[in-house]
């Protein structure tokens, strides 16, 4: 038997080796990477480094909880899930420190998401389902960029916002404001109006739905051009 093929039944075989272990190890370190360099594009904060780590920790705990058994109690008699089984419910704390929550909005679900399903391909990794491991980053690589460019395409994934206003005078008319939302294809939910009868103002608070696609520097130059305008801010619902 060739040292090739030696390499290559340990690493394909059920027990937990020397070769095996370091195989799966590098596996799941290039296949979390992959991962991490789509997320560090993307401007988040667990990139490459943590998208590896996070992969060949989950690997090297199902190696640990295959080969505990396997040296000492026989794989009959252990349970070579235990301390993998851990992992998924570990890795929750990672994923609520990818989520941020700022000003009501929610921001690092997708990459909370990604941290889970990269740990369950190393814990696949671990017990030897190279292929499986291989197809399931690919179809995550999909999920991440294709996936993403369609919904950007189609305008999908509106957001509530809100368009507050401060306009001279008492404006009682505000089919205007209506028109030039839905020129934008901005979607008008709600409205709150307060006059200032002393002052002569109105506040107009626009309860809207809007695409991330939306020009709101044109929707707020066409906005403010229908009456006198003192001020125009945009802010989410949690703001208010």
Do not use: C
């Amino acid at each position: 038997m060739g040292l090739f093929e030696q390499i290559y039944n340990d690493i394909t075989g059920i027990e937990v080796n020397t070769s095996s272990a370091i195989f799966r190890l590098l596996l799941s370190m290039a296949l979390g990477s992959i991962v991490g360099y789509e997320r560090k594009t993307k401007g988040q904060t667990a990139g490459i480094r943590t998208f590896a780590l996070i992969s060949m920790g989950a690997t090297l705990a199902m190696l640990i909880s295959i080969y505990v058994p396997q040296e000492y109690l026989g794989l009959k008699n252990g349970d070579p899930g235990r301390i993998a089984a851990q992992v998924l419910s570990g890795i929750g704390f990672l994923g609520a420190g990818a989520i941020i929550q700022m000003k009501g909005s929610v921001r690092g679900l997708t990459t909370a998401a990604g941290i889970w399903i990269v740990a369950t391909i190393g814990l696949a990794v671990g017990v030897g389902l190279y292929t499986l491991s291989i197809v399931a980053t690919a179809l995550i690589m999909v999920v991440l960029v294709q996936v993403e460019k369609f919904e950007h395409r189609k305008n999908m994934g509106a957001q509530s916002r809100i368009i507050r206003m401060k306009i001279d005078g008492i404006i009682e008319d505000i089919n205007p404001y209506k028109s030039e939302l839905l020129k934008e294809n901005v979607t008008l939910v709600n409205v709150y109006v307060e006059y200032d009868y002393a002052e002569k103002f109105t506040n107009l608070n626009l309860f809207v739905l809007s695409k991330d696609s939306t020009d709101f520097i044109a929707l707020f130059k066409s906005l403010s051009s229908i009456n006198s305008t003192r001020s125009i801010t945009l802010a989410n619902q949690g703001d208010i």
